[in-house]
């Protein structure tokens, strides 16, 4: 347990449903990270926050996927009018301020879009 | 063409088997590269992580990075099947990192 926790472990949808995924990060990282992986493949990166600004977002994150960090603490990942092609692990990381190489990753949250 | 390769295998050996993971790579401006280990639905778990050129050592596990030639590899000594996992490659760019496609491990008894 690398103490990110992330929330719901699985969730199931019909495409053309809204969810959203939580990610409790370690309490002393000020960066915290999203990214997605796909069956076989290695993670890709979404976005990343340090406190509660959001500073970069992968050209993977289209209009329908939006992420927030209020306060700095928690964050939440929504994703808008799911399509199948949605369906991955979705992963969220945290590291000390400065340190991108040292990133502790959650258990991920498995979503299937039907 | 990706940024990071790695042969996803399945590679397969007898426990107690010196085992060699590589990976390569085109960016010569990533300065930090990671290995991290994953099972089945889990999230990935880091290993190691080491900085430029060199190698570094941390019980049975030793990661080396040649970034002349822009590769990297990961030795597992005595392997036990318990190291049986998807173990993944990164290398850390603008704060972000970049992964391989990661291999898949087994270790039979």
């Known amino acids: 347990d690398t103490g990110v926790s992330q929330d719901p472990r699985h969730k199931i949808t019909k495409r053309g449903q809204n969810v959203t995924f939580r990610c409790d990060p370690i309490?002393?990282?000020?960066?915290l990270y999203w990214y997605r992986q796909t069956l076989g493949q290695g993670p890709e990166f979404l976005t990343y926050?340090?406190?509660?600004?959001?500073?970069?977002k992968s050209r993977l994150l289209s209009d329908r996927f939006s992420a927030e960090r209020p306060k700095g603490s928690f964050s939440t990942l929504e994703i808008q009018r799911t399509e199948q092609g949605d369906s991955a692990m979705y992963l969220c990381a945290s590291s000390p301020a400065g340190r991108g190489d040292t990133q502790y990753f959650g258990p991920g949250t498995r979503l299937t879009v039907l | 063409q990706k940024e990071v390769e790695q042969d996803p295998g399945p590679l397969s050996v007898p426990e107690g088997a010196i085992v060699s993971l590589n990976c390569t790579y085109s960016?010569?401006?990533?300065?930090?590269f990671m290995w991290y280990r994953q099972y089945s639905r889990k999230g990935p778990e880091l290993l190691m992580y080491?900085?430029?050129?060199g190698n570094k050592e941390d019980g049975r596990f030793t990661a080396q990075v040649d970034k002349s030639s822009k590769y990297i590899s990961l030795f597992i000594r005595d392997s036990q099947p318990s190291d049986s996992a998807t173990y993944l490659c990164a290398m850390e760019g603008a704060q972000k990192l970049v992964f391989g496609q990661g291999t898949r491990l087994t270790i039979n008894p």
């Open positions: 080491t900085y430029s050129s």
């Open positions: 960016n010569s401006a990533f300065q930090y």
């Open positions: 926050f340090q406190n509660e600004a959001q500073l970069e």
């Open positions: 309490s002393e990282h000020n960066r």
